[in-house]
């Protein structure tokens, strides 16, 4: 049968009761006084003299002395079940402590869609978390219905989407109104052209995002509002992925210049005329004001998007 006994409470957890649960914890971990006190790095009298205070002082038999050695009662056992939960909850106060001694000098939680998510916010993140005193991130890089959930939830600080129907309480900044531009292989004959009028694109071979995502839909509907029909040769499920295909030489893409630009010289960029745009909305959880570091990492993505704004704008 269980012995009932009452595990010290808070208000009774001194320094000094710590010391003896920390003896009785290394005897029974270490199987003798020997073992405990290398453990502990204390003379074996010293853990002797812990392990009788708690027993006197808890009133409980813990350990069977008539053999000229210490053997656990069955009530010891009972008793470390309860103090290895107690270590436990220690552990958990300690790591608390540490995400909010980071949490002092900034946490920053970031979710992206990916043609945001894969090249151009790891940048801006990597050098935002190395100024002086500056905060742990996080990144995560999934869909613009994924993000607005994980802001929504309080999963992220700050987010970048997308728009998506009744989001209205979570933007707390204009969006990033990104113009399409178009992504060709270096050689390809329409590279000549300063700006390339969108009836130049008529059976072109095309590479295009999955059909499920919101970025194609607003390329699709651009063709077909100007009677426009390119070859599909391929699909792919992020901006990045097309660029690369383009610069294989697969065909073009209708790409945001944040993504473009990574590639450099090995895609050519061009003014589409007419052309879509890509509102990167700014997210942030309802209901609170933005962290201080979330609000400082939002203007370093302005400064940094304000010059593909001016020149593709």
Known sequence: MKVPFSFPGVATLTPRRLHQLEAFRAVMHGGSVTRAAEILSLSQPAVTKLLRA????????????SRRRLTATHEAHLFEAEVARLFAAAKRV????????????????????PSFGIGFIPALLARFAKTEKGPR???????????????????????????LGAAGALNVAPPFPLPGVLALPPRHRLARKAVVELRDLEREPCVSLGRQYR??????????????????????????????????????????????ADFGKRLVLRRLRPTVEF?????????????????????TVQEATAPFLKQWG
């Not at 699709?220 to 990045?240: C, K, M, S």
């Open 94 to 113: 300690d790591r608390l402590a540490n995400d909010m001694r980071f949490a002092g000098v900034g946490e920053l939680r970031v979710a992206a869609l």
């Open 54 to 65: 708690l027993e006197e002082e808890t009133g409980l038999s813990l350990f069977d002395r």
């Open 137 to 163: 991130v996080s990144l995560t890089v999934t869909s613009s219905l994924e993000v607005h959930d994980m802001v929504q939830s309080g999963q992220a600080d700050i987010g970048f989407a997308l728009p």
């Open 215 to 260: 970025l194609r839909d607003i390329v699709d509907e651009l063709f077909e509002r100007h009677g426009i029909a390119p070859i599909q040769v391929a699909e792919t499920q992020n901006g990045a992925a097309a660029c690369e295909m383009v610069a294989q030489g697969l065909g073009f893409t209708i790409a945001n210049p944040v993504t473009a």
């Open 279 to 299: 509102p990167v909305h700014v997210l942030s959880p309802p209901g609170r004001r933005m962290s201080r570091t979330a609000t400082q990492f939002l203007e």
